[in-house]
């Protein structure tokens, strides 16, 4: 139970990555604010942690959105008096051809993926300075924020920027003993990649330790981050993908 009495916010968490985040997380004893922009899936997500005997609070919605953001950190701390962890898992991928990609793509996909992670952070870290008690700040990154990837130009620099933010917020939160990290997962099984009936074998293939990663190989690295064992790791990223950005092989 090492994460007792604790208290987090998982964005992007119905399903793959985030809902096993905070499965792990509540089963280590947190308590769990879950988010998903869809409604059926958060509640669902939501259901399945407390029949496991965890306790978690679904909250649907946009976290692209600075208002949505701050009811979830004001909703974690009236119904458990603090905040201490945040995963800034909320993110799309909008695949496209450079020379055809729309403004309004790529404002989407920046929207979400650093406006989102920006302001939670921001309104976390608000949160944990007044608390005086420190507190961890966690972003889901990729391997495409450092390594090339075809039709992914834009969700690529976004990752590469969420990396950069938590480098730069080493300068603004150590003081108040918040650590901030990222997590960089590879091929991964998930809901949604599994929807290419060749992902499993592509990716098996193309990873050197033979396999994509499965959403507990990336939550397992994510709470190392969280916990108090890695206090003194700080604007990292951690990549969690088998091996692939040694060599890189391309999938096409």
């Known amino acids: 139970m090492k994460f007792k009495d604790k208290v987090a916010i998982v964005t992007g968490a119905g399903q793959g990555i985030g809902l096993q985040i905070c499965r792990q997380l509540a089963a280590a004893g947190a308590s769990v604010v879950l988010n998903d922009v869809d409604a059926a899936l958060a509640e669902n997500a939501g259901k399945q942690i407390e029949e496991a005997g965890g306790t978690c609070i679904a909250m649907a919605g946009d976290t692209s959105v600075p208002d949505f953001i701050q009811q979830m950190v004001d909703t974690a701390v009236a119904q458990y008096g603090h905040l201490d962890m945040i995963v800034a898992n909320a993110g799309i991928t909008l695949f ?24 939670l952070a921001q309104a976390a870290a608000r949160q944990m300075k007044q608390q005086s008690t420190g507190g961890s700040l966690l972003f889901t990154s990729s391997v495409t924020g450092h390594q090339a990837h075809k039709n992914l130009a834009a969700y690529s620099m976004s990752k590469a920027a969420i990396e950069m933010l938590a480098k730069n917020l080493v300068i603004e ?79 096409y």
Do not use: C
């Open 173 to 251: 939160l150590s003081e108040f003993k918040i650590n901030v990290n990222t997590v960089a997962p590879g091929a991964t099984l998930t809901e949604r990649t599994l929807e290419d009936p060749d992902y499993e074998h592509t990716w098996s293939r193309l990873t050197p330790m033979g396999r994509p990663a499965s959403v507990a190989d990336i939550a397992h690295a994510a709470l190392f981050l969280l916990s108090e064992e890695a206090r003194h790791i700080t604007g990292q990223s951690l990549l969690v993908d088998g091996g692939w950005t040694s060599i890189s092989p391309s999938p």
């Open 96 to 119: 496209g051809d450079f020379f055809s990609y729309t403004p309004e793509a790529f404002n989407r996909v920046m929207q979400v993926n650093l406006g989102g992670t920006f302001f």
